[in-house]
């Protein structure tokens, strides 16, 4: 079975300082790596995902993550942050094949001026 | 357009009662399922439906029922309402087992 470790439970950073969000995954098979991002009353919404290829993966709002196979890991960073960036960060991954989903316990990011 | 949505936002409700929840996806995908988050945000899967047919059950009370009419919709049914059935339910789609893509969610409130 799979399982997910997010190893903070809340960051608070400065705007504009950069940031690492860590996430390690536990599993014996071939794995899909996604970061989920919930803003306050929001769903979820995708942040970005891993599912073959290129190890760093880039998101459109300038996140990125790396997936890493011999640490298990796949953290998410930015190089500067903003304020619209506060918001829960969940890691989430799947065994490729299974459509169950395993999230994380979630990332409080909160970004002060 | 919105890809998944659900109805209602918001469910006040009392103990003992029975309510449903639904949910539709434009998207064309073929599975959908519920999550529920709990209140230390915490996200578990519920259920799993692929083209109509359930393919995931989580240990999930008896109580909670999903009912995929077409491939896409998924609602799901909660009978005799408890206080710890309040969380916020999540719908969401995927197509395949890739990707999945989450509505607004529905906070469920029983008193």
């Known amino acids: 079975a799979q399982s997910v470790t997010q190893l903070d439970s809340q960051v608070p950073v400065f705007e504009e300082a950069p940031v690492e969000l860590r996430c390690n995954y536990s599993?014996?098979?071939?794995?899909?790596l996604f970061w989920y991002v919930q803003y306050p009353n929001q769903g979820l919404q995708l942040l970005l995902k891993y599912l073959s290829g290129s190890t760093l993966v880039e998101s459109i709002n300038g996140f990125e993550a790396e997936f890493n196979k011999s640490q298990t890991s796949f953290h998410l960073r930015k190089p500067s942050v903003h304020i619209s960036d506060t918001a829960e960060y969940f890691c989430?991954?799947?065994?490729?094949?299974?459509?169950?989903?395993?999230f994380g316990k979630g990332t409080k990011l909160t970004v002060n001026p | 357009d919105t890809a998944v949505s659900q109805t209602p936002k918001y469910l006040v409700t009392q103990m003992g009662n029975d309510k449903s929840i639904k949910c539709e996806q434009n998207?064309?995908?073929?599975?959908m399922y519920w999550y529920k988050q709990d209140s230390k945000k915490f996200l578990k899967i519920m259920f799993s439906?692929?083209?109509?047919?359930?393919?995931i059950n989580e240990t999930v009370p008896n109580r909670f029922s999903p009912k995929s009419p077409d491939k896409a919709h998924l609602n799901l049914h909660i009978n005799s309402l408890e206080l710890g059935d309040s969380a916020v339910y999540f719908c969401a789609s995927s197509r395949d087992t890739y990707e999945q893509y989450f509505g607004p969610g529905t906070r469920l409130t029983v008193t």
């Open positions: 599993s014996s098979v071939s794995v899909y």
């Open positions: 998207l064309g995908h073929d599975t």
């Open positions: 439906y692929n083209n109509k047919e359930l393919i």
């Open positions: 989430a991954v799947n065994r490729r094949g299974s459509e169950k989903l395993v």
